[in-house]
């Protein structure tokens, strides 16, 4: 009798569920409400490639809100203590030093801002070292996203169709190269750790993004000349197979470099950090370009799973969030820390 009642119940919240998704999907005032979320996310993250001040006002103000909400839900604070918590959270935020005073926008400012710049001033005779590189790639793959997604809807229109391929599909090709460069500088740590030669790892690297470049832009060349849909699916397949050959290298040398450091025998803080840092990195990545692989796939052999289109916006939305916006922002915030001042540590860069 209860499973009599409970069984249309849950046949009304799936029909219901449904018909909200496709409501949302063919509302062309939901499609751009979506898309532009997408873009301010990529925005954000872009500003965080290149910023980091900013970033610990936020992140103090989360904390404290959150320390508050805890402490008032298991009442371990009293009245006066929870007016004194909100009176601070408010000031910070209502307090003008709390946003980018837009006023001081001179030289000065900007180079005690922006995070590149603060890399440079911390070992400018280093050139442009791989955390370097690391960072401005990432501004320049969550910019043109950020871009992309502003005028999604004109680019719907571009023709021939190749060029929305093209358009929508290289940030994700400059994405790829943005964490094999991770996954290069993990494995010259791990073969300089062992006493091996790296000096083919850096060939092999360009190799690599040469190879995964050629081939995608052969395709679409082909697709161009002759547009068929079977080419689009193997462009589409190519691209997942690139998505899973990026997790296994994550995990290969993300792996190796873990239990490296786990077999350590010295205890350290350092140690600690960065064995979190590698771990929490590694598991990061790993998922992020597995999901792109499985999400593609479905994007090239189903219609319905197709993100090429303006009228799936929420599947849009749970794409990019999985494999591109929360990953950056994850690995932005863990690998957040500059190199050690000139004098106190001696920096050895790997480039």
Request: with cysteine; glycine share 4%; aromatic share 16%.
């Amino acid at each position: 009798m209860a499973r009599s009642v409970v069984d249309p119940l849950v046949a009304y919240g799936l029909i219901s569920a449904s018909a909200w998704w496709e409501q949302v999907n063919n509302s062309p005032v939901w499609q751009d409400r979506t898309f532009h979320v997408l873009s301010s996310f990529y925005g954000l993250v872009a500003a965080v490639a290149l910023l980091r001040e900013a970033c610990q006002k936020i992140n103090q103000v989360l904390i404290k809100l959150s320390m508050l909400l805890d402490a008032m839900e298991s009442n371990l604070i009293e009245d006066a203590q929870v007016v004194e918590n909100l009176d601070w959270w408010f000031s910070t935020i209502y307090s003008p030093d709390f946003y980018f005073d837009w006023s001081k926008l001179n030289r000065t400012y900007v180079l005690k801002k922006v995070q590149l710049v603060r890399i440079q001033l911390r070992v400018p005779e280093y050139g442009w070292t791989t955390q370097k590189v690391f960072h401005f790639l990432n501004f320049l793959v969550n910019g043109v996203r950020c871009l992309i997604f502003v005028f999604r809807r004109d680019i719907q229109k571009f023709q021939p169709e190749i060029l929305q391929h093209v358009l929508l599909d290289m940030p994700s090709l400059a994405f790829f190269t943005t964490y094999a460069l991770l996954v290069l500088f993990w494995a010259v740590i791990y073969y300089q750790a062992r006493a091996v030669s790296t000096d083919g790892l850096r060939p092999s690297f360009f190799t690599i993004n040469g190879v995964v470049y050629t081939v995608q832009i052969t395709l679409w060349l082909i697709i161009w000349w002759k547009p068929i849909h079977v080419l689009v699916v193997l462009s589409k397949m190519f691209f997942a197979g690139v998505s899973l050959f990026a997790a296994l290298g994550f995990l290969l040398y993300g792996g190796r470099l873990f239990l490296m450091l786990q077999r350590f025998p010295v205890e350290s803080k350092g140690r600690r950090k960065k064995l979190q840092e590698v771990g929490y990195v590694t598991t990061i990545c790993f998922s992020c370009f597995l999901v792109r692989c499985v999400m593609m796939c479905f994007n090239a052999l189903d219609k319905v799973a197709d993100l090429d289109v303006l009228d799936h916006p929420v599947l849009n939305f749970i794409y990019y969030m999985l494999v591109e916006i929360l990953p950056s922002s994850l690995v932005l915030f863990i690998l957040r820390k500059l190199p050690p001042k000139r004098g106190i540590t001696q920096y050895h860069p790997i480039r």
